[in-house]
């Protein structure tokens, strides 16, 4: 059974930072590229960022570009979020999403598994 578990949502002041993680489990991890979503109330789930399966190539939308960082731990199954510069723009819930391609999409149709999700709040 395929489980990915976020953590490390909570409450941050604007211009603080959070670090997400995602623990994958029941898949080969290095075999999948890794995405994080995320959805806002009111709105729709959007990209933020992906990291291919070797953690050498990442790509962000330009709304988090510069202030988020992508990394992934493969012998621990771990894909990381690091939130820096936080606005209250970025408060959503944040998802992460496993793919079994060799590319990043931008897509959520194009991701295989999700986890849950962990809500980032960012008071102004």
């Known amino acids: 059974q395929v489980q990915l578990v976020e953590s490390g949502g909570g409450l941050v002041q604007a211009g603080g930072s959070l670090r997400l993680s995602c623990a994958a489990s029941g898949i080969t991890f290095s075999w999948y590229v890794m995405g994080w979503f995320r959805q806002a109330p009111g709105k729709e789930r959007e990209f933020v960022g992906g990291?291919?399966?070797?953690?050498?190539?990442?790509y962000y939308d330009d709304s988090v570009k510069g202030r988020f960082t992508l990394s992934r731990d493969n012998a621990k199954n771990t894909v990381y979020l690091q939130m820096n510069s936080l606005k209250p723009e970025d408060t959503a819930v944040f998802y992460c999403?496993?793919?079994?391609?060799?590319?990043?999409?931008?897509?959520?149709?194009?991701?295989?598994?999700w986890g849950q999700g962990t809500q980032v709040t960012v008071s102004s």
């Open positions: 999403a496993a793919r079994h391609e060799t590319g990043i999409a931008s897509t959520s149709d194009e991701y295989d598994y």
């Open positions: 990291i291919s399966r070797s953690g050498d190539w990442t």
